[in-house]
């Protein structure tokens, strides 16, 4: 056997086991359960039965196996990338690149399963709320695939902050329900989407994008997406012959960084790190870190860390990655912070976008602005453990959607021509040059960093 | 005995369902959402459900939605709604609170209990807890003599009928169609079977709560419920600027209803 032709995980060991949890009512220690209307039970048993005997069937499992491999493209390699290290304080820093999967992001991996299982169970149409768009892109692409109806939420103001991947979707043929209540993002469009099931569950499945939502969602979810720490575990040992010291995702609901910790929790070495969305700071409450700055309640079906008021009233949350722009988090990550198996640490938009650009200069590769947080938080980390560190960064999306975004960040282009979007003030942040140089963006806020 | 449930037993002692209102604290603003509860009671509301707003009201329709955004804008929270518990208690009518469970987990589940029985509140409605999830409501409730009303739908099996109802007190409530709140055409044959499937697991009153908007429907769901619940409608007279003499009128009409076919035996 020519080893060096053999990609590393075409023949790698079954995984670890499932973490103990949750429990068999979707508790992750006093996380997570189910507070949704009695009518969705029955839909919510459904799904959990279902999933449950699929999970363990060799023929569902050869078919997802197979989708992930010629459809995907799985597995996703791992780039190391010394250039973007010399930033992190000499620290060795591995990317796995969830960016080249098909669709752009690590949202596919949980939608192809999901998608199966909508056929198993019978259901003809499929309906998914979408923040940045990656969620609803990836579940158009599944549902026309298998040959699914589907129906996207997504709040209004996300529409426009993300009209192509709005366009993608129409092009999939799916239909984009722009959402017009409350803040009038991904929270609104959980809610339209709960609404739309409730009163079309016989027919509808609901493809929920991230491990948050009522039980089954979270437990499922983590399945669907920890193939991507399984092939980075084995594809790090591989290549290293050691564990990383740290594992880093960015966390909005907290798919991509369940996805890639999960594989890692019995490692009791190998530190967690999620980066939250720390928007202006999270002094200034115009951020979406929930686990660093909310408190424990309820919202969209689960118990969990969400950002409310005295009331319970969910608060507005802030930041420039609409991926990340929820005032919620899955209920395993509020467990695994309460038993300090993972940290969290806040990322400000300004040193997200820092590392942003840094990746792109340095390595030729533009992340989504929501992995951008991920790398921040690796550039702090690095530079606190020093050139002996190995860290391990799931680079969870690619930035082709973002690039209007950066580029009005950046005042790249004619800015009289580019329109600022809501709460985006050009004004305060970096010209080009400062882009060009590779340095620190000037006029950033580094307040609210922990 | 439970207060809502003596009060939907008076009403089938008349030979009639009970009329339950729903109204949100704090549209157009607190006063006159209390003005707007007063009202419903005074035209013939035996129980009003006080609700309270809430940022992501799942279960709801675009009317309540329409309603709550404001209110929650302006801060309305379990105070207001306490005052509001008092008012309704003075008119007469059972004041029940509706309510999202974050709120009520935010106030403190003891705390509430406590300031609900103290305000002469009968109890809660609680649309996104079920039993199973109910632990620290079922004692709260239990030690301060609180009824607590759980749902039941269509879709829900016999055994989740049994155990969901064994948790109630006060009476059931049947989501009589899938779906969210609002004003509907017709009610549908899927709330009399689910009163009937309901009916055979339990002795608690069932009332069907989803879609009933006038006197006709009140007087349909009446033939088979022991209440009739209200909802859209009443915040529509709100909304539509209508005010407390609108909804005094709406009650009027739905009263009428719910007195024009005796109730099954």
Known sequence: MTSSAVHPTQERPAPPARPSWPDATGHFGVFGGRFVPEALIAALDELTEAYEAMRVDPAFLAEFAALQRDYTGRPSPVTEVPRFAEHCGGARVLLKREDLNHTGSHKINNVLGQALLTKRIGKQRVIAETGAGQHGVATATAAALMGLSCTVYMGEEDTRRQALNVARMRLLGAEVVPVTTGSRTLKDAINEAFRDWVTNVETTNYVFGTVAGPHPFPAMVRDFQRVIGDEARAQVLEREGRLPDAVLACVGGGSNAIGIFTAFVPDDGVRLIGLEAGGDGVDTGRHAATITGGAPGVLHGARSYLLQDDNGQTVESHSISAGLDYPGVGPEHSHLHDIGRAEYRPVTDAEAMEAFALLCRTEGIIPAIESAHALAGTMRLGRELGPEALLLVNLSGRGDKDVETASRWFGLGDRSEVDPGPGMDTDQHATEGAVASGDAVPGQDAGGVA | ?265
Do not use: H, K
């Not at chain 2, 006063?31 to 035996?46: F, H, K, L, N, T």
């Not at chain 2, 004692?139 to 009824?147: I, V």
């Not at chain 2, 879609?211 to 915040?235: C, K, L, M, T």
């Open chain 2, 1 to 265: 005995m439970s207060r809502l449930e003596e009060r939907i037993r008076a009403a089938r002692a008349e030979g009639r369902a009970a009329l339950v209102a729903y109204l949100p604290v704090g549209y157009p603003d607190v006063e006159a959402s209390i003005a707007g509860m007063v009202a419903a009671v005074e035209g013939g509301a035996d129980v009003v459900e006080i609700g309270v707003p809430y940022s992501d009201p799942g279960m709801d329709g675009p009317v309540i939605q329409q309603a709550v955004e404001p209110a929650v804008r302006a801060g309305v929270g379990i105070r207001d709604v306490l005052r509001a518990v008092e008012a309704v208690d003075a008119a007469g009518a059972v004041p029940v609170v509706m309510s999202y469970w974050n709120p009520i987990e935010r106030y403190g589940v003891e705390r509430f209990a406590a300031d609900l029985a103290a305000a002469g509140g009968a109890g809660a409605i609680t649309p996104d807890l079920i039993p199973d999830e109910a632990g620290a409501w079922l004692a709260a409730s239990e030690e301060r003599g609180l009824d607590r009303v759980f749902l039941v739908a269509p879709s829900s099996t016999d055994a989740r009928l049994r155990s969901t109802t064994a948790a109630c007190r006060g009476f059931v409530y049947a989501a009589s169609t899938m779906g969210v709140t609002g004003t509907r055409a017709t009610v549908g044959d899927a709330a009399e079977t689910l009163v009937t499937r309901t009916r055979a697991v339990t002795d608690v009153p069932v009332c069907v709560g989803l879609g009933v908007s006038n006197g006709d429907q009140a007087a349909e769901v009446a033939g088979f419920a022991d209440g009739v619940i209200v909802g859209s409608a009443y915040v529509r007279e709100m909304l539509e600027g209508r005010g407390p003499d609108g909804v005094r009128r709406l009650s009027q009409e739905l009263a009428e209803g719910v007195r024009r076919q005796a109730v099954r035996p």
